[in-house]
């Protein structure tokens, strides 16, 4: 199976540092194929702009939407983005790699998705959710909380973490056709021992062994 990992975390000894590093070689031991976009090595610029297009439609005003759609008929988006593109559009399996912050994405990664998941070539007309570009990919979470797991349930102090994953897991993975695997969440991990995280670690290397079997959740719509 083709995999691309997508990692950002400032820190390089952080927990889902571990999680990007275990996913990664162990995926490659159980025989499959991975790449990586690791942003926060990259220096990648999460910024939208025309730095994301070597064409221009109209240089008067800018549309983001409209230059995506020339750009797509025109092989015009920039070698930085068209390489994201080129693993996204490989990969059988996406998984994201992140701490939530902020109830979402990190700024870098919600960034990449703004610029790498263009109109025209990654969506638009009826190619979208069960219809999308990707049909036939899986996406899958992995992720970490800074709160304890008892405060992310229905009713509990954060809310449920289903639907606080929602608007990732319906407004951009399925928008674009992805079927959804389970999240993998870790919560807390400051807040747990050596051995706890060395535990977790494990069991997320003996998931991710058996993944090409796991079969798709429902994640809800709004």
Request: include cysteine; charged fraction near 25%.
């Amino acid at each position: 199976m083709k995999v691309f990992l997508v990692y950002w975390h400032p820190e390089p000894q952080s927990f889902n540092a571990a999680m990007f590093h275990t996913a990664c070689e162990m995926l490659a031991v159980a025989g499959h194929e991975v790449k990586t976009s690791d942003l926060h090595d990259m220096h990648f610029d999460p910024v939208s702009g025309r730095n994301n297009f070597t064409s221009v439609k109209d240089p008067d005003y800018l549309k983001l939407q409209l230059e995506e759609m020339h750009a797509t008929g025109m092989n015009g988006f920039s070698a930085e983005i068209e390489a994201e593109r080129e693993k996204l559009e490989w990969c059988e399996l996406m998984i994201w790699q992140f701490p939530l912050w902020w109830f979402g994405l990190p700024a870098v990664l919600k960034g990449w998705v703004d610029r790498v998941f263009a109109m025209g070539r990654v969506y638009g007309g009826d190619r979208i959710y069960e219809t999308g570009v990707f049909r036939g990919k899986r996406a899958l979470l992995s992720l970490t909380t800074g709160g304890p797991e008892e405060a992310y349930r229905k009713g509990a102090f954060n809310g449920d973490i289903a639907a606080i994953l929602r608007p990732i897991h319906r407004g951009m993975l399925q928008f674009v056709g992805f079927d959804i695997l389970a999240p993998q969440i870790v919560y807390g991990p400051i807040r747990l021992t050596d051995e706890q995280r060395k535990q977790h670690l494990a069991s997320y290397a003996r998931r991710l062994h058996e993944i090409a079997r796991e079969s798709p959740i429902d994640v809800g719509t709004y």
